[in-house]
């Protein structure tokens, strides 16, 4: 079956990086794009950006763009997420998650990913 | 705040019937790009639930629906169970943004 796995949670200082990974199986890895949404402790889903593994072309969303990194291996069928420059604000949940071919509704997700941003 | 506008809560007595509606804009719902909800219980991932406006997954129960018309969209449930106690969103795509949107979620509370 499908599965999305996302890497384990992160604690990092503000003004530092991370980077999140998200390995699929189950499927033709560069078929599909990938998107990552993220969602801050208690509030809503927020979409980051998407790549596409074959191309390794990506789209970030304006909010995000200048310090988000989207990038693919696809000897491993992995998609990675590094977000720079980190505050407190982008302590969040991280989500990786599978669009249709047509890429229009988000089916699997990945389990998530804790980033805490604290000094 | 989130492109597209959800309550913030909805409550039902089991066996009762819900709604929850999500309002766009012209730049999504209203531009005619599909509308898809996701069901996301605590700590957990979001799931899909309803797909094109008005389409279940596979073993999505059909006492979930969706439709769509104009700028807005809602999603009911009927017969309600303790089980579907968790959070509802919506999802579109938006053609200003060039991106996809959210709604900021609905707390279904089973009374």
């Known amino acids: 079956q499908v599965q999305l796995v996302q890497s384990g949670a992160e604690v990092k200082k503000p003004g530092a990086a991370v980077k999140v990974s998200c390995k699929a199986s189950?499927?033709?890895?560069?078929?599909?794009?990938m998107v990552w949404v993220r969602q801050a402790p208690g509030l809503g889903l927020e979409w980051m950006g998407i790549?596409?593994?074959?191309?390794?072309?990506?789209n970030y969303a304006q909010k995000f763009q200048g310090r988000v990194i989207m990038t693919r291996d696809t000897s491993t069928n992995t998609v990675y997420m590094e977000l720079s420059s980190l505050r407190s604000q982008d302590t969040a949940v991280y989500y990786c998650?599978?669009?249709?071919?047509?890429?229009?509704?988000?089916?699997?997700w990945g389990q998530g990913t804790l980033v805490t941003v604290s000094s | 705040q989130s492109v597209l506008t959800q309550p913030p809560s909805v409550s039902g007595a089991p066996g009762q019937r819900v709604t929850f509606s999500c309002t766009g804009n012209s730049s999504n719902i209203g531009a005619g790009f599909d509308v898809h909800w996701y069901l996301q219980l605590p700590a957990t991932a979001p799931k899909l639930l309803i797909y094109?406006?008005?389409n279940r997954p596979s073993g999505v129960p059909d006492r979930f629906s969706g439709s769509r018309s104009g700028t807005s969209a809602s999603l009911a449930i009927t017969g309600l169970q303790a089980e579907d106690e968790a959070d509802y969103y919506c999802?579109?795509?938006?053609?200003?943004?060039?991106?996809?949107?959210f709604g900021g979620g609905t707390k279904l509370t089973v009374l």
């Open positions: 189950g499927y033709n890895f560069t078929s599909y794009h």
């Open positions: 094109a406006n008005n």
């Open positions: 790549i596409n593994p074959s191309a390794g072309t990506t």
């Open positions: 998650a599978r669009p249709t071919a047509t890429n229009n509704w988000f089916d699997p």
């Open positions: 999802q579109s795509y938006d053609s200003s943004l060039s991106g996809w949107v």
